[in-house]
Antibody, heavy 127, light 109 residues
Framework: QVQLVQSGAEVKKPGASVKVSCKAS????????MHWVRQAPGQGLEWMGW????????NYAQKFQGRVTMTRDTSISTAYMELSRLRSDDTAVYYC????????????????????WGKGTTVTVSS | SSELTQDPAVSVALGQTVRITCQGD??????ASWYQQKPGQAPVLVIY???NRPSGIPDRFSGSSSGNTASLTITGAQAEDEADYYC????????????FGTGTKVTVL
């Protein structure tokens, strides 16, 4: 079955970097973009960006430009999200989610959604 | 940048119907997808597109849209439907980015 398995919890000091991994199985890794989404304690979901595992192309939310780097290793079907210059407000659960784009009934339209999610990786930033 | 606005909380009596709305300019161009999130768990896709349910999602969940508003309706709410619900859509500014709604806490009484 399609599965995304994320790396374990991390504790980092302010100013450090964290790299979270997301290992895909049960499907062709390079066939689907991968999103990264985070959720601070008691807060809502926040989209961070996506990576095209086939080309390595990325698209980041403006808020994270310059601090986030998404990469992949196709040989082990794993996507990575690295966030640098960590602050206390980066404390959150970080999720990876598989992207889907399917044609809609109306020609030229598409449905965009995230159909499979990892269980999340808790990142705590504290001095 | 796009924003998607949801009511913070709604309540529904067991077995009754509740509608959750999501408003934003991007919804004039793109359909919303909806995600259910229970405490301590990852989000789960419940509706995508015009009104499509992934395998395993009960048919009491349905979606609709009109203009800049998308809606998720739970017809005959069950205790297990108590959760946070988030809408999501592609950003309409042409930059291929995405945005989540602010989230709605659904309480089943």
């Amino acid at each position: 079955q399609v599965q995304l398995v994320q790396s374990g919890a991390e504790v980092k000091k302010p100013g450090a970097s964290v790299k979270v991994s997301c290992k895909a199985s049960g499907y062709t890794f390079t066939g689907y973009y991968m999103h990264w989404v985070r959720q601070a304690p008691g807060q809502g979901l926040e989209w961070m960006g996506w990576i095209n595992p086939n080309s390595g192309g990325t698209n980041y939310a403006q808020k994270f430009q310059g601090r986030v780097t998404m990469t992949r290793d196709t040989s082990i079907s794993t996507a990575y999200m690295e966030l640098s210059r960590l602050r206390s407000d980066d404390t959150a659960v970080y999720y990876c989610a598989r992207d889907r784009v399917v044609p809609a009934a109306i020609r030229g339209n598409y449905y965009y959604y995230m159909d499979v999610w990892g269980k999340g990786t808790t990142v705590t930033v504290s001095s | 940048s796009s924003e998607l606005t949801q009511d913070p909380a709604v309540s529904v009596a067991l077995g009754q119907t509740v509608r959750i709305t999501c408003q934003g300019d991007s919804l004039r161009s793109y359909y919303a997808s909806w995600y259910q999130q229970k405490p301590g768990q990852a989000p789960v896709l419940v509706i995508y597109g015009k009104n499509n349910r992934p395998s395993g999602i009960p048919d009491r969940f349905s979606g609709s849209s009109s203009g800049n508003t998308a809606s998720l309706t739970i017809t005959g709410a069950q205790a297990e439907d108590e959760a946070d619900y988030y809408c999501n859509s592609r950003d309409s500014s042409g930059n291929h980015r995405y945005v989540f709604g602010t989230g709605t806490k659904v309480t089943v009484l």
